[in-house]
């Protein structure tokens, strides 16, 4: 077995049980009875698979037998703490790069190990039992929810935000030869305008898609008020697809529609795509969110300023923003599924290569204004 073969092997085998240690967590730490089963199931799944690939590897002599890796560690430390809604879209992103990892290789298509990884919604529905999963366990599963991981994203990325905008416009201003003083100005001004901004657009995001939803679902009573005979028979199409035969499908449409209030719920979640409950979230604390957010990464290359002057100042800046960046690229290995240290990498190398720019126009803008 060659070189390259036994490495293919050995990522292999630590990508899966790097998967059932997650899925596990997510098991434990999960309240629903039903999603805490199908998170088993797809840790029991890949279990099997490490075991495929153990199996394979000791035929050759080779007896790796690694523990979770770190990252892995890592995040189910997160979901025991913060609970599985937290991480329910790394779920999703995990079983998409499973897939693709093993389509060019001939021993997992073979095995089968390719289509189960592609099944993901085939493993939820035999982790339920029969009948399947509700529509929106699986929404929650492939990262539709609008809570949880997606919170975490917006988190990470909403600093990130901050503090490359922030540390390019404070570079630009030192770039300039500004003096300490106008430097931290421009870092605080900066700060409040970007996450004013941030809080303003999100708070508008929200509003108008809370004021669309309204709309859709009031436009969706009056039809159901004007027209009962049409809505049930979108209400019969809708349960025929999900697979009940023709005539449950007409007894529970008749049934729903002997309660209103049921019939619009239904109507609203399975044919406009809407929880009438939530609508989105709210505005208000999406708005504070954004600020938040953008504010703790805008401060990072901004507070240097406040206790230093001069190239100390400046050093510090970009080190500690350096060290954010790193940080932040990081977290966001958690939800993309790549290396940590390249995001890590990644990340640092962008800022940086951002502030660089700024500095150069603002010596070039401050000589030539001066």
Do not use: C
Request: proline share 4%; charged share 20%; aromatic share 6%.
């Amino acid at each position: 077995m060659t070189n390259t073969t036994t490495g293919r092997y050995r990522a292999n085998l630590q990508g899966e049980v790097d998967g059932a240690a997650i899925y596990t967590a997510l098991a434990e730490s999960e309240s629903n009875p039903d999603l805490a089963g199908v998170f088993r199931r797809l840790a029991a799944v890949e279990a099997a698979h490490g075991e495929f690939w153990k199996k394979r590897m000791e035929a050759t002599g080779d007896h790796f037998s690694p523990r979770p890796s770190r990252r892995a560690r890592f995040v189910a430390w997160l979901v025991r703490r913060h609970g599985a809604a937290t991480l329910l879209p790394i779920l999703a992103a995990a079983e998409t790069l499973g897939s693709r990892t093993y389509d060019d290789q001939p021993e997992a298509r073979a095995a089968g190990l390719a289509q189960d990884e592609r099944s993901h919604a085939l493993l939820m529905r035999e982790a339920a039992g029969s009948g399947g999963l509700s529509g929106p366990i699986l929404a929650i599963l492939e990262g539709r929810h609008r809570g949880g991981g997606n919170t975490l994203r917006a988190a990470v990325l909403g600093a990130n935000d901050g503090l490359v905008s922030n540390l390019s416009l404070v570079m630009g201003v030192a770039g300039a030869a500004a003096p300490g003083s106008a430097i931290l100005l421009a870092g605080l001004v900066g700060l409040i305008a970007g996450a004013g901004s941030m809080a303003m657009g999100e708070w508008l995001s929200v509003t108008s898609s809370r004021e669309f939803y309204r709309s859709q679902i009031a436009i969706e009573a009056d039809e159901l008020y004007e027209f009962p005979d049409e809505e049930r028979e979108e209400l019969t199409l809708i349960y025929q697809a999900k697979g009940l035969t023709e005539l449950q499908a007409r007894a529970l449409a008749d049934k729903l529609l002997g309660t209103p209030g049921a019939a619009l719920d239904t109507l609203a979640r399975e044919e406009l795509g809407i929880d009438p409950e939530g609508l989105g979230g709210s505005a208000t604390a999406a708005a504070v969110s954004s600020f938040m957010l953008f504010a703790a990464g805008a401060i990072v290359p901004v507070l240097p300023f406040m206790f230093l002057s001069g190239i100390p100042a400046l050093v510090s800046s970009l080190a500690t923003s350096g060290l954010a960046l790193g940080l932040l690229g990081a977290g966001t290995s958690l939800f993309t599924g790549r290396g940590t240290l390249f995001s890590a990498a990644r990340q640092v190398a962008i800022g940086l290569a951002a502030a660089a720019v700024t500095y150069g126009i603002g010596a070039i803008f401050g000589v030539t204004l001066g």
